[in-house]
């Protein structure tokens, strides 16, 4: 015996995939637009810690030469 499903039914199983597919789609664009926005703010931080690094180098070689340091 077969079972026969109703139109209502039908259409239910359809907007059920496409609200399931969809979530998923978004959770997959979630993960991929928070892994960047880590790599970002990576790289930023990375840069700053290279400035404040030259910064402090070209400091200390001022002193050791007596010459007045670079202004903030």
Do not use: W
Request: glycine share 6%; aromatic share 2%; proline share 3%.
């Amino acid at each position: 015996m077969r079972d026969r499903l109703s139109k209502s039914e039908i259409r239910k199983d359809a907007v059920q995939g496409t609200v399931e597919a969809a979530a998923s789609t978004v959770g997959q664009v979630a993960t991929i637009v928070t892994g960047a926005v880590r790599d970002v703010a990576s790289a930023v931080g990375g840069f700053a810690t290279e400035v404040f690094e030259i910064r402090d180098s070209a400091r200390k070689a001022a002193a050791e030469h007596e010459i007045s340091p670079p202004s903030e």
